[in-house]
Protein backbone atom coordinates (compact mmCIF):
# COMPACT_ATOMS: atom_id res chain seq x y z
CA UNK A 1 0.00 0.00 0.00
CA UNK A 2 1.51 3.38 -0.68
CA UNK A 3 2.10 5.89 1.53
CA UNK A 4 -0.18 8.97 1.72
CA UNK A 5 3.23 11.50 1.94
CA UNK A 6 3.78 9.54 -1.63
CA UNK A 7 -0.33 10.13 -2.97
CA UNK A 8 0.35 13.73 -1.70
CA UNK A 9 3.06 14.51 -3.67
CA UNK A 10 1.54 13.04 -6.54
CA UNK A 11 -1.86 15.53 -5.80
CA UNK A 12 0.61 18.35 -5.46
CA UNK A 13 2.43 17.79 -8.74
CA UNK A 14 -1.31 17.27 -10.12
CA UNK A 15 -2.28 20.73 -9.42
CA UNK A 16 0.91 22.52 -10.16
CA UNK A 17 0.56 21.03 -13.44
CA UNK A 18 -3.01 22.57 -13.76
CA UNK A 19 -1.77 25.69 -12.92
CA UNK A 20 0.84 25.77 -15.22
CA UNK A 21 -1.28 25.39 -17.76
CA UNK A 22 -3.62 27.44 -16.59
CA UNK A 23 -1.08 30.33 -16.49
CA UNK A 24 0.30 29.17 -19.93
CA UNK A 25 -3.32 30.24 -21.35
CA UNK A 26 -3.65 33.19 -19.46
CA UNK A 27 0.01 34.11 -20.91
CA UNK A 28 -1.17 33.35 -24.89
CA UNK A 29 -4.40 35.03 -24.17
CA UNK A 30 -2.57 38.04 -22.41
CA UNK A 31 -0.23 37.87 -25.44
CA UNK A 32 -2.98 37.99 -28.05
CA UNK A 33 -4.21 41.08 -26.61
CA UNK A 34 -1.30 42.82 -26.63
CA UNK A 35 -0.85 41.59 -30.45
CA UNK A 36 2.37 39.98 -29.59
CA UNK A 37 2.30 36.55 -31.47
CA UNK A 38 5.77 35.71 -31.26
CA UNK A 39 6.72 35.46 -27.87
CA UNK A 40 7.54 32.65 -25.89
CA UNK A 41 6.69 31.76 -22.44
CA UNK A 42 7.95 32.78 -19.55
CA UNK A 43 10.76 30.92 -17.95
CA UNK A 44 9.18 30.68 -14.94
CA UNK A 45 6.16 29.22 -16.41
CA UNK A 46 8.51 26.67 -18.01
CA UNK A 47 10.29 25.86 -15.13
CA UNK A 48 6.72 25.28 -12.41
CA UNK A 49 6.02 22.65 -15.71
CA UNK A 50 8.61 20.83 -15.54
CA UNK A 51 9.56 20.70 -11.69
CA UNK A 52 5.37 19.74 -11.57
CA UNK A 53 6.08 16.92 -13.92
CA UNK A 54 8.91 15.59 -12.41
CA UNK A 55 7.33 15.58 -9.11
CA UNK A 56 4.35 13.97 -10.42
CA UNK A 57 6.38 10.75 -11.74
CA UNK A 58 8.57 10.60 -8.92
CA UNK A 59 5.31 10.45 -6.53
CA UNK A 60 3.78 7.75 -9.36
CA UNK A 61 6.88 5.01 -9.23
CA UNK A 62 6.83 5.14 -5.16
CA UNK A 63 2.95 5.11 -5.23
CA UNK A 64 3.05 1.89 -8.18
CA UNK A 65 4.98 -0.58 -6.08
CA UNK A 66 7.56 -2.75 -6.19
CA UNK A 67 8.84 -3.21 -9.73
CA UNK A 68 9.39 -7.05 -11.02
CA UNK A 69 12.81 -7.55 -12.28
CA UNK A 70 12.93 -8.10 -16.22
CA UNK A 71 14.80 -11.11 -16.28
CA UNK A 72 12.34 -14.10 -16.71
CA UNK A 73 14.22 -16.85 -14.84
CA UNK A 74 13.55 -14.81 -11.57
CA UNK A 75 10.05 -15.56 -11.93
CA UNK A 76 10.30 -18.60 -13.81
CA UNK A 77 12.43 -20.77 -11.57
CA UNK A 78 9.75 -21.50 -9.62
CA UNK A 79 7.55 -23.45 -12.19
CA UNK A 80 7.48 -27.27 -13.78
CA UNK A 81 7.87 -27.34 -17.15
CA UNK A 82 4.61 -29.31 -17.29
CA UNK A 83 3.02 -25.86 -16.03
CA UNK A 84 5.26 -23.50 -17.80
CA UNK A 85 2.19 -23.28 -20.80
CA UNK A 86 -0.28 -23.89 -18.81
CA UNK A 87 -3.20 -21.13 -19.07
CA UNK A 88 -6.38 -21.78 -17.84
CA UNK A 89 -8.35 -18.85 -19.30
CA UNK A 90 -7.45 -19.79 -22.13
CA UNK A 91 -9.92 -22.97 -21.89
CA UNK A 92 -12.94 -22.78 -24.24
CA UNK A 93 -15.98 -25.48 -23.56
CA UNK A 94 -18.37 -23.73 -25.63
CA UNK A 95 -17.33 -24.44 -29.38
CA UNK A 96 -18.91 -25.71 -32.61
CA UNK A 97 -17.39 -29.42 -31.49
CA UNK A 98 -20.80 -29.97 -29.38
CA UNK A 99 -22.47 -29.30 -32.40
CA UNK A 100 -20.49 -31.43 -34.88
CA UNK A 101 -19.71 -34.48 -32.32
CA UNK A 102 -23.11 -34.59 -30.67
CA UNK A 103 -24.58 -38.45 -30.73
CA UNK A 104 -26.44 -39.13 -33.77
CA UNK A 105 -29.79 -39.97 -31.68
CA UNK A 106 -30.15 -36.09 -30.75
CA UNK A 107 -30.22 -35.04 -34.63
CA UNK A 108 -33.17 -37.10 -35.99
CA UNK A 109 -36.68 -35.50 -35.09
CA UNK A 110 -39.65 -37.07 -35.45
CA UNK A 111 -41.79 -37.06 -38.69
CA UNK A 112 -44.65 -36.48 -36.77
CA UNK A 113 -43.63 -32.71 -35.38
CA UNK A 114 -45.41 -30.03 -37.11
CA UNK A 115 -43.40 -27.51 -38.91
CA UNK A 116 -43.67 -24.44 -36.79
CA UNK A 117 -42.44 -26.91 -33.40
CA UNK A 118 -39.39 -27.55 -35.50
CA UNK A 119 -38.42 -24.09 -36.62
CA UNK A 120 -39.24 -23.07 -32.83
CA UNK A 121 -36.70 -25.81 -31.79
CA UNK A 122 -34.42 -24.49 -34.43
CA UNK A 123 -34.77 -21.09 -33.03
CA UNK A 124 -34.36 -22.40 -29.37
CA UNK A 125 -30.92 -24.61 -30.12
CA UNK A 126 -30.11 -21.43 -32.19
CA UNK A 127 -29.96 -19.41 -28.93
CA UNK A 128 -27.78 -22.02 -26.69
CA UNK A 129 -24.56 -21.32 -29.53
Not at 15 to 36: D, G, I, V
Not at 84 to 106: A, D, I, K, M, Q
Not at 113 to 120: N, V
Amino acid sequence: MASSVWKGLVAVGLFALAHAAFSAAQHRSYMRLTEKENETLPIDIVLQTLLAFLLTCYGIVHVAGEFKDMDATSELKNKTFETLRNHPSFYLFNHRGRVLFRPVETETKPAAQPLSSTLKLRKLEAGWR
